[in-house]
């Protein structure tokens, strides 16, 4: 089988890359005003249920806590 053109595998990694972060940002926008179960990571940083990273502040560690999805930053969900 012949190889594949580096120039066609960079132009189709390109458009994957534009493609997840497209339905990365619907993902994201979809979950404003949701009550999500987070796990607080640290104190910075938590995960829904579904494994989306969400930003926090001033919570302990281990954790978990309802809080309503006010918005995101583009890669992380805000409450």
């Given at each position: 089988m012949p190889q594949v053109n580096g120039s066609l595998i960079k132009q189709r990694a390109k458009r994957l890359?534009?493609?997840g972060?497209?339905?990365l940002q619907r993902r994201l926008a979809s979950e404003s005003g949701a009550?999500?179960?987070v796990l607080i990571e640290s104190t910075t940083q938590g995960r829904t249920e579904h494994f989306i990273p969400v930003a926090i502040s001033g919570e302990t560690p281990?954790?978990?806590r309802a809080r309503t999805v006010v918005g995101n930053d583009g890669?992380?969900?805000?409450v």
């Open positions: 890359r534009a493609a972060e497209a339905a009550t999500r179960q281990g954790a978990v890669a992380r969900l805000t």
